[in-house]
Antibody, heavy 120, light 107 residues
């Protein structure tokens, strides 16, 4: 059973960079043809896809965030990571990592989510 | 970006009811649509993909239909554990987008 777990600071100051890591267990991040995605959800609001990475390093980003987002993968650690720069209060949200099925971008496994608050 | 609009935004129902949630895409997306269920404090759970294919382990009281721009999620006989928020998601475009959610509450 694949499991995903987000980790990283829960509080980030405005203008700084938000950094999160997703650790995948129960299987190799390199097996299959999966993409690995980040999705966020502000409190009481809907879901916003941030971007995804393939284990080759190929990425796709949401254009609304593209200038500030970097997603990377470390297959040796079975992890992928998110960096979001120049954060503001609008970036306060629960951040989820998720497995993105090959061919069809549907999310069949999710992390539990981690709340990141942007505040001074 | 393809805009996904769900209706209603929220509604109340009773256990045993049959309920339908609608999702409309701003342009045709063929059958590239998924439905998720989210309970408070939890990650979304995949229910249906390809508009009508039930994810493994999901009860058969859940069903999906539609293609093009109009889609529905039906729960045939509401159970207490079904009260949650439901989201549709399109994956026709590489820019994945979700509906705003439909909150299903107990009457």
């Amino acid at each position: 059973q694949v499991q995903l777990q987000e980790s990283g600071p829960g509080l980030v100051k405005p203008s700084q960079t938000l950094s999160l890591t997703c650790t995948v267990s129960g299987g190799s991040i390199s097996s299959g043809s999966y993409y690995w995605s980040w999705i966020r959800q502000p409190a009481g609001k809907g879901l916003e896809w941030i971007g995804r990475i393939y284990t080759s390093g190929s990425t796709n980003y949401n254009p609304s965030l593209k200038s500030r987002v970097t997603i990377s993968v470390d297959t040796s650690k079975n992890q992928f990571s998110l960096k979001l720069s120049s954060v503001t209060a609008a970036d306060t949200a629960v951040y989820y990592c998720a497995r993105d099925r090959p061919v069809a971008s549907i999310f069949d496994y999710w992390g539990q989510g981690t709340l990141v608050t942007v505040s001074s | 970006a393809i805009r996904m609009t769900q209706s209603p935004s929220s509604f109340s129902a009773s256990t045993g009811d049959r309920v339908t949630i609608t999702c409309r895409a701003s342009q045709g997306i063929s059958s590239y649509l998924a439905w998720y269920q989210q309970k408070p404090g939890k990650a979304p759970k995949l229910l249906i993909y390809a508009a009508s294919t039930l994810q493994s382990g999901v009860p058969s009281r859940f069903s999906g239909s539609g293609s093009g721009t109009d889609f529905t999620l039906t729960i045939s006989c509401l159970q207490s554990e079904d009260f949650a928020t439901y989201y549709c998601q399109q994956y026709y475009s590489y820019l994945i987008t979700f509906g705003q959610g439909t909150r299903l509450e107990i009457k």
